[in-house]
């Protein structure tokens, strides 16, 4: 079974920038494309962004087109996510999973989550 581990969260003013890191573990990483999802309080957990197995292709949600980059390293079973120009509205705990694409969405393989890492973000 896939385990997920994220970290890299914290508290970070209005404009800065952080580095998210999930370390999978208990699968074939590099046979996965992967994705990043978070919750903010009191709504429902939303797509951030997605890459492919071999990282050749990326995809994000609107709303983070062009301040968070999607990245990994199958050697280090990791998928990144380095965010800038954060703004409040980017708090909330961010989940990575396996996924997959539905169409024009992407979804979780399965609904099993890490604990998440969160970001806070002061304006």
């Known amino acids: 079974q896939v385990q997920l581990r994220e970290s890299g969260g914290g ?3 209005t404009g800065g920038s952080l580095e ?3 370390v999978v573990s208990g699968g074939t990483f590099d046979s996965y ?3 990043w999802f978070r919750q903010a309080p009191g709504k429902e957990r939303e ?3 997605a890459i492919t197995w071999n ?3 990326t995809y994000y949600t609107e709303a983070v087109k062009g301040r968070f980059t999607v990245s990994r390293d199958n050697a280090l079973n990791t998928v990144y996510l380095r965010m800038s ?3 409040p509205e980017d708090t909330a705990v961010y989940y990575c999973n396996v996924v997959v694409r539905r169409g024009s969405n992407w979804s979780p393989y399965v609904e099993v989550w890490g604990q998440g890492t ?3 973000v002061s304006s």
Do not use: K, P, W
Request: glycine share 10%; charged share 15%; net charge negative.
């Open 118 to 120: 969160r970001v806070t």
């Open 20 to 22: 998210l890191s999930c």
């Open 11 to 13: 508290l970070v003013q």
């Open 33 to 35: 494309a992967m994705g």
């Open 85 to 87: 120009s954060l703004e």
């Open 55 to 57: 990282g050749e292709i």
């Open 47 to 49: 797509f951030v962004a």
